[in-house]
């Protein structure tokens, strides 16, 4: 007597005809799907960024002043007239566009540098265990998470000659008088260096602690073994492991410092000091400030041709630095 098989409910509900999807329901291709949900960001990056850089590079070749202004869509075609006033060094326009890009580069190199010293030196430490190393990591990002518009004004409160606190810390531990104009002179200089560090900086070590996560611990206790030193370590070891890090980071921070606007336009507003003019404030001053808005869309696009290179440059160099280690 054969025993009859005993069907399978899993087996047979599988073998059941799928039912059709609803009329009138559209599904799209999986091929198109990544290009529909990148949609809304493309619209969004042409309206903000694209449009407007096409329109600055159109108007950098007419004549928009304050007599064109109303109709600029009809405004004189001025050719490269706007580039060459700004390249001439020999006039007004072009000496103080090559001594505001001086003190601009001045500014960024000084300020990527000490950002990523304090940012390299914060973040080795915070990679040891020791009591109320979260509570620090929290008070070191402080800068970074405050609105730039509100810590500046703190920052200009600060400098005051009179009745500012530094002036008064200062004056009270007998390093200066007390009376140091800040915001006016060389000094000026020095304090937009100071609080621009001063907001960078966590950047720099958020970032840089994230690298140094992803180095496994195995390597400096095997360097340790071999009698390494600490400062062996940092240079044969971390550096180059952060270096794709560093890559980015460095790159990032001359962008952002390089384009500055917030900082110096809060601490001076349209009575920037020489010694502060960086190149954003300049080609503000020359577009807003005088109404030659041709002469300073050409400024800016100097100045995105000037950037668009260096950062070449500066990817080819670091690429083939780290294809040869």
Do not use: C
């Not at 090559?98 to 601009?104: I, Q, R």
């Not at 998470?145 to 004056?171: C, E, H, Q, S």
């Not at 100071?194 to 390597?219: E, K």
């Amino acid at each position: 007597m054969t025993a009859t098989p005993t069907p399978n409910p899993t087996l047979s509900r599988d073998l059941e005809p799928v039912p059709p999807p609803p009329r009138g329901r559209r599904t799209v291709a999986p091929r198109f799907l990544p290009y529909l949900l990148l949609l809304p960001a493309l619209v969004f990056e042409l309206l903000v960024h694209v449009v407007p850089m096409i329109a600055g590079t159109v108007n950098s070749f007419r004549q928009l002043d304050l007599y064109s202004l109303r109709e600029w869509f009809s405004a004189p075609w001025n050719g490269l007239t706007n580039y060459r006033v700004a390249v001439d060094l020999s006039g007004e326009a072009g000496a103080a566009l090559l001594s505001s890009f001086a003190v601009t580069v001045a500014f960024a190199v000084l300020s990527v540098a000490i950002s990523w010293l304090f940012g390299i030196f914060a973040a080795t430490m915070l990679q040891s265990r020791f009591r109320g190393r979260a509570v620090l990591r929290t008070v070191f990002l402080i800068p970074y998470a405050l609105p730039v518009y509100a810590a500046v004004i703190t920052w200009k409160f600060m400098f005051g000659r009179d009745n500012g606190m530094i002036n008064a810390v200062l004056g009270g531990l007998g390093i200066t008088d007390g009376g140091t104009f800040w915001l006016l002179g060389d000094m000026a200089f020095v304090s937009i260096l100071l609080v621009s560090v001063w907001h960078l900086w966590p950047f720099a070590l958020l970032t840089l602690m994230a690298g140094l996560q992803s180095i496994p611990t195995d390597v400096y206790e095997a360097a340790s073994v071999d009698g390494a030193s600490r400062w062996t370590q940092f240079r044969r070891l971390t550096l180059p492991m952060l270096a794709p890090v560093n890559q980015v980071l460095v790159l990032v921070l001359f962008l952002w410092t390089f384009n500055d606007f917030n900082v110096p336009y809060i601490l001076f507003a349209e009575s920037v000091p020489a010694s502060a003019n960086l190149i954003s404030i300049h080609i503000y001053q020359s577009s807003f400030i005088t109404w030659n808005f041709g002469l300073g869309a050409a400024m800016s696009v100097l100045l995105l041709l000037f950037l668009l290179v260096v950062t070449l440059v500066y990817l080819a160099v670091t690429s083939r630095r780290s294809r040869r280690a």
